[in-house]
């Protein structure tokens, strides 16, 4: 029986790991896949949600290392993830992504000599001033096996010198999920708690700090937001580093007063993804969204001045456009007259990547 760990850190990771572990269940008599849960991110109700929704085990494993600095946070999860190295004895490791559990894990595989595949490599943003990019460069350089998710993946690890001989364009895990929870997304409540009908919201999620951590950026945005609330309401779910500025700030008065500005909590997969699939627009600084925007057709504004995942301006519905004021107001604009929509769905995001992932490693497990 062979040992394959797959870890998870933060929220994006929970959906691109759950296709992975369901994936495994074929090859049940001869792997033993483990899930092993760092706590970069942790909230039990949005954690036990994530796993509900995604209809995934608890892990096996929780390292509980909490927040903290890049380094702090990056050290410990390397401390503790070594640990269950050598208890567990892993035949094969499996990292998601770009958070720094992804990296510290890569880290401590390589060191001690595990075979390793890191699962949406070869992505780059060439803006070094994001620690995901320096995350998922480190992480490429040192991986066994390179799982990408498009073109763009393939072309930058080649040009890394990467051998071509252990990249794999299997598609998107992230899609995986989306196929998966999309059918009971249809029978989500969300719409009728929040009062909301098909096509007449935007969907907000802003978490980075080049948007929130400014005054005079978060501001301005929460200024445009409620501009929108003259065409269309604005859905909010707020990420906990947000709304601590924006309390902190002192700019909550900007929203309590306005009816169709619903700042709400953070919501589980199942109901974000209704939400999703029913928005007129979506305004976000996230990754994995352009991605899930693609394929639910649905028009989306991402607020950086680069993304990891081109393929979703060039194929899908994302456009990109610096955050700055005036930008995002024409952009707002040119939505309103002339939205943009996929073109075509990209290569293998069809809902079966995870089958081919684990078919992959399944035979590699075979030569080891």
Same mark, same amino acid.
């Given at each position: 029986?062979?040992?394959?760990?797959?870890?998870? %850190?933060?929220?994006?990771?929970?959906?691109?790991?759950?296709?992975?572990?369901?994936?495994?269940?074929?090859?049940?008599?001869?792997?033993?896949?483990?899930?092993?849960?760092?706590?970069?991110?942790?909230?039990?109700?949005?954690?036990?949600?994530?796993?509900?929704?995604?209809?995934?085990?608890?892990? &096996?494993?929780?390292?509980?290392?909490?927040?903290?600095?890049?380094?702090?946070?990056?050290? /410990?999860?390397?401390?503790? =993830?070594? /640990?269950? +190295?050598?208890?567990?004895? @892993?035949? =094969?490791?499996?990292?998601?992504?770009?958070?720094?559990?992804?990296?510290?894990?890569?880290?401590?595989?390589? /060191?001690? %000599?595990?075979?390793?595949?890191?699962?949406?490599?070869?992505?780059?943003?060439?803006?070094?001033?994001?620690?995901?990019?320096?995350?998922?460069?480190?992480?490429?350089?040192?991986?066994?096996?390179?799982?990408?998710?498009?073109?763009?993946?393939?072309?930058?690890?080649?040009?890394?010198?990467?051998?071509?001989?252990?990249?794999?364009? +299997?598609?998107?895990?992230?899609?995986?999920?989306?196929?998966?929870?999309?059918?009971?997304?249809?029978?989500?409540?969300?719409?009728?708690?929040?009062?909301?009908?098909?096509?007449?919201?935007?969907?907000?999620?802003?978490?980075?700090?080049?948007?929130?951590?400014?005054?005079?950026? $978060?501001?301005?945005?929460?200024?445009?937001?409620?501009?929108?609330?003259?065409?269309?309401?604005?859905?909010?779910?707020?990420?906990?580093?947000?709304?601590?500025?924006?309390?902190? =700030?002192?700019?909550?008065?900007?929203?309590?007063?306005?009816?169709?500005?619903?700042?709400?909590?953070?919501?589980?997969?199942?109901? =974000?993804?209704?939400?999703?699939?029913?928005?007129?627009?979506?305004?976000?600084?996230?990754?994995?969204?352009?991605?899930?925007?693609?394929?639910?057709?649905?028009? +989306?504004?991402?607020?950086?001045?680069?993304?990891?995942?081109?393929?979703? +301006?060039?194929?899908?519905?994302?456009?990109?456009?610096? @955050? &700055?004021?005036?930008?995002?107001?024409?952009? $707002?604009?040119?939505?309103? /007259?002339?939205?943009?929509?996929?073109?075509?769905?990209?290569?293998?995001?069809?809902?079966?990547?995870?089958?081919?992932?684990?078919?992959?490693?399944? &035979?590699?497990?075979?030569?080891?």
């Amino acid at each position: 029986m062979k040992k394959v760990i797959s870890v998870v %850190g933060a929220r994006p990771n929970f959906m691109k790991v759950a296709p992975i572990h369901r994936a495994f269940q074929k090859y049940s008599d001869s792997i033993e896949h483990l899930i092993v849960h760092t706590g970069q991110h942790y909230d039990q109700k949005m954690s036990d949600a994530f796993f509900n929704d995604l209809e995934m085990p608890h892990p &096996n494993y929780f390292l509980g290392v909490g927040s903290g600095t890049h380094a702090e946070q990056t050290a /410990k999860v390397m401390i503790e =993830f070594e /640990k269950i +190295c050598f208890e567990v004895k @892993p035949d =094969f490791v499996i990292v998601v992504g770009d958070v720094n559990s992804t990296l510290a894990c890569a880290l401590v595989s390589a /060191k001690l %000599g595990i075979k390793f595949a890191h699962i949406e490599a070869g992505l780059r943003s060439y803006d070094r001033e994001m620690p995901e990019e320096i995350n998922r460069i480190v992480t490429d350089s040192i991986a066994d096996y390179c799982f990408v998710t498009e073109q763009s993946g393939y072309d930058n690890l080649i040009g890394d010198g990467y051998d071509p001989k252990k990249i794999y364009f +299997c598609g998107n895990t992230m899609i995986d999920s989306l196929h998966f929870a999309l059918p009971r997304a249809n029978q989500s409540k969300i719409h009728n708690l929040l009062s909301l009908e098909k096509n007449e919201y935007i969907l907000v999620t802003l978490h980075r700090p080049s948007n929130v951590d400014s005054k005079d950026q $978060l501001s301005a945005l929460l200024d445009i937001l409620a501009d929108v609330t003259k065409f269309k309401k604005v859905v909010f779910p707020i990420h906990p580093r947000t709304m601590k500025n924006i309390e902190n =700030f002192g700019l909550r008065e900007k929203l309590e007063s306005n009816e169709k500005f619903l700042l709400i909590d953070p919501l589980g997969y199942i109901d =974000f993804l209704a939400l999703m699939k029913d928005a007129n627009l979506i305004l976000t600084d996230s990754g994995g969204i352009q991605e899930e925007t693609t394929v639910l057709n649905i028009p +989306c504004i991402t607020l950086r001045t680069s993304t990891e995942r081109p393929v979703t +301006c060039e194929l899908g519905s994302n456009l990109l456009i610096n @955050p &700055n004021p005036n930008e995002i107001k024409e952009s $707002l604009d040119l939505h309103f /007259k002339n939205p943009k929509y996929t073109k075509q769905i990209p290569p293998y995001w069809d809902g079966k990547t995870a089958e081919r992932i684990t078919e992959i490693i399944n &035979n590699l497990l075979l030569n080891l």
